[in-house]
T-cell receptor, first 113, second 115 residues
Framework: GENVEQHPSTLSVQEGDSAVIKCTYSDSASNYFPWYKQELGKRPQLIIDIRSNVGEKKDQRIAVTLNKTAKHFSLHITETQPEDSAVYFCAASPTGGGNKLTFGTGTQLKVEL | DVKVTQSSRYLVKRTGEKVFLECVQDMDHENMFWYRQDPGLGLRLIYFSYDVKMKEKGDIPEGYSVSREKKERFSLILESASTNQTSMYLC??????????????FGPGTRLTVL
């Protein structure tokens, strides 16, 4: 089955700096890669996703890049703000379309003033 | 707005008890999922269902079973609760067609403590 590794487990940045979280996956059949954000005490919510036919996708201050050959994908957050503090999970799915996801172990991002 | 609700936010049970966790979604989604969330381990899939009365094992199904008698409801059952099942349990739902989006919508979670 799919295995997703995520690094780092914790990340502390100064407000305004950029943050990068990296994930690798094992199943070359995976073709859908979402990122979820979970604020303290709240449910995970999708913030951005990418399919394997696209190398990069951007939405305001967040972007995701995908390298299919190397089987890794990354989340980039620019101009970080305190409200970006949360746990971020990457995931991979072999078929997309809401089918099952394999999640990474999460990254606790702390944005310091 | 998609709503996924779970029957309890907090639950305390004794070892050996049978435990039912209920999840209901109101968006007519075909797919439903049960995860457990533990610090440092992320979200791990226990069971999922693509349709009524259909179920498939996820990555950690041991000690759990599920029931999907109606499309909107997906139940997780701990037949004989053990202390190592103390965890946060999250339910999620999603549509099955890519044209309707791929997002999994999560419930608020049930924090289960087994004493």
């Amino acid at each position: 089955g799919e295995n997703v590794e995520q690094h780092p487990s914790t990340l502390s940045v100064q407000e305004g700096d950029s943050a990068v979280i990296k994930c690798t996956y094992s199943d070359s059949a995976s073709n859908y890669f979402p990122w979820y954000k979970q604020e303290l005490g709240k449910r995970p919510q999708l913030i951005i996703d990418i399919r394997s036919n696209v190398g990069e996708k951007k939405d305001q201050r967040i972007a995701v890049t995908l390298n299919k050959t190397a089987k890794h994908f990354s989340l980039h957050i620019t101009e970080t703000q305190p409200e970006d503090s949360a746990v971020y999970f990457c995931a991979a799915s072999p078929t997309g379309g809401g089918n099952k996801l394999t999640f990474g172990t999460g990254t606790q991002l702390k944005v310091e003033l | 707005d998609v709503k996924v609700t779970q029957s309890s936010r907090y639950l305390v049970k004794r070892t050996g008890e049978k435990v039912f966790l209920e999840c209901v979604q109101d968006m007519d989604h075909e797919n439903m999922f049960w995860y457990r969330q533990d610090p440092g381990l992320g979200l791990r899939l226990i069971y999922f269902s693509y349709d009524v009365k259909m179920k498939e094992k996820g990555d950690i199904p041991e000690g759990y079973s599920v029931s999907r008698e109606k499309k909107e409801r997906f139940s997780l059952i701990l037949e004989s609760a053990s202390t190592n099942q103390t965890s946060m349990y999250l339910c999620a739902s999603s549509p099955v067609l890519p044209t309707l989006g791929n997002e999994q919508f999560f419930g608020p979670g049930t924090r289960l403590t087994v004493l």
